[in-house]
């Protein structure tokens, strides 16, 4: 099976600092890469899929890149609503994957 | 709106079943895939299964494998799982998630059901 590791496992930042969270894939997956943020006590929401495209309604500073088996979420400004744990997930076959999760704080 | 609500949860014993349900409305549940994740107490999500749109083929985990069952109602928009022989390790909330058209990623998600073996 595919595994997803992210790094890293947590994160400090300002706001409006630029933050960065990969993904890398144990083999090449295309581009069957999503992105999902996780708020405190809430439901998961999927921010990017496709590894790059950004799903309706999403906030433009939330981008994503990457192909095969390195893959990045960029939050080019961050701000206080941000504060979430963000999974990565290859979605292109069973089993599904999903990476075990960075959580991003304010500093 | 377009919407997921899982039911069935509960506190079960070790080795007991339980039946989670997921009522979809707000679009043609018929011709979406569907999936089960699940997240432990203060862990990350572990998808569980899946099941396509006519209900012909699915797929699961291998810690689940064996004992828990996917299962669709499409006349009455409801995804289903079964769960069988359950351990102390199944414990978690779980979600239904719909696999979006085009999107194939989970585009839309329950609020989640909790499910606790405990004896």
């Known amino acids: 099976d595919i595994q997803m590791t992210q790094s890293p496992s947590s994160l400090s930042a300002s706001v409006g600092d630029r933050v960065t969270i990969t993904c890398r894939a144990s083999q090449g997956i295309s581009n069957y890469l999503a992105w999902y943020q996780q708020k405190p006590g809430k439901v998961p929401k999927l921010l990017i899929y496709?590894?790059?495209t950004l799903q309706s309604g999403v906030p433009s500073r939330f981008s994503g890149s990457g192909s095969g088996t390195d893959f990045t979420l960029t939050i080019s400004s961050l701000q206080p609503e941000d504060v979430a744990t963000y999974y990565c997930q290859k979605y292109n076959s069973a089993p599904i994957t999903f990476g075990q999760g960075t959580r991003l704080e304010i500093k | 709106e377009v919407q997921l609500v899982e039911s069935g949860g509960g506190l079960v014993q070790p080795g007991g079943s339980l039946r989670l349900s997921c009522a979809a409305s707000?679009?043609?549940?018929?011709?979406?895939?569907m999936h089960w994740v699940r997240q432990a107490p203060g862990k990350g999500l572990v998808w569980v299964s899946r099941?396509?749109?006519?209900?012909?083929?699915?797929s699961y985990a291998d810690s689940v494998k064996g004992r828990f069952t996917i299962s669709r109602d499409n006349a009455k928009n409801t995804l289903y799982l079964q769960m069988n022989s359950l351990r102390a390790e199944d414990t978690a909330v779980y979600y239904c998630?719909?696999?979006?058209?085009?999107?194939?990623?989970?585009?839309?998600w329950g609020q989640g059901t909790m499910v606790t073996v405990s004896s």
């Open positions: 998630a719909r696999r979006g058209d085009g999107v194939r990623a989970f585009d839309i």
């Open positions: 707000g679009f043609t549940f018929s011709s979406y895939w």
């Open positions: 496709a590894a790059s």
């Open positions: 099941i396509n749109s006519d209900g012909s083929s699915t």
